[in-house]
């Protein structure tokens, strides 16, 4: 571990098709255009990460991350994998605006050292903590029925705190929200 450095960063565009499209006031996704990096060490050993630049609600599309990635990566090779923070103090640097490229990286950096030496992520962040954690789902911006349906069936998985998206129509989007409520026990 103490010699180990980065040999290798690998990156590619992958498309994932949402379940439903997905809309916020600035425009509608029906398919993630994501990127998948992989960082390879010296001895073998990857780290993955994954860029999901979404351009209606920040400053990068796939294409700036594409390129990030391809600026950054030279600049990585040969650094010791212990680095990472040194690393990603230098990722915010050279690419202030490009968030979801740093963020690839630095998981794909953090994966692999985890892997090089056999800490468990969840170990690195701070050990064992088996408290349940309550996370939401986020509704887009959709007919009321389709609002309706979409929750019910992220409801029936369990579900309970939910984020809707809004801002086209503000009296449909009291209506959806008034209706949510009404329809579904429990939800915040």
């Not at 929200?177 to 579904?184: I, Q, V």
Request: glycine share 6%; charged share 25%.
């Amino acid at each position: 571990m103490k010699n180990d450095h980065i040999e290798d960063v690998t990156f590619w565009p992958i498309d994932i098709p949402t379940t439903d499209p997905f809309a916020v006031a600035t425009g509608t996704r029906a398919v993630a255009e994501n990127v998948f990096v992989r960082v390879t060490l010296n001895n073998g050993t990857e780290g993955f990460g994954e860029a999901a630049p979404f351009p209606e609600v920040g400053t990068e599309d796939r294409a700036s991350c594409l390129q990030a990635l391809a600026d950054l990566a030279p600049s990585l090779l040969g650094r010791p994998i212990q680095d990472y923070q040194e690393i990603s103090r230098h990722l915010a640097k050279r690419v202030p605006s490009q968030p979801a490229a740093r963020c690839s990286i630095e998981t794909a950096l953090l994966d692999a050292y985890c892997r090089a030496t056999a800490i468990p992520l969840w170990q690195f962040w701070g050990g064992a903590d088996v408290h349940p954690r309550v996370t939401d789902i986020t509704i887009p911006i959709a007919t009321l029925e389709k609002t309706l349906s979409l929750a019910q069936d992220w409801y029936a998985r369990g579900f309970r705190l939910f984020k809707m998206k809004v801002g086209k129509d503000v009296d449909a989007d009291v209506r959806r929200l008034e209706a949510l409520h009404k329809a579904l026990a429990g939800i915040a």
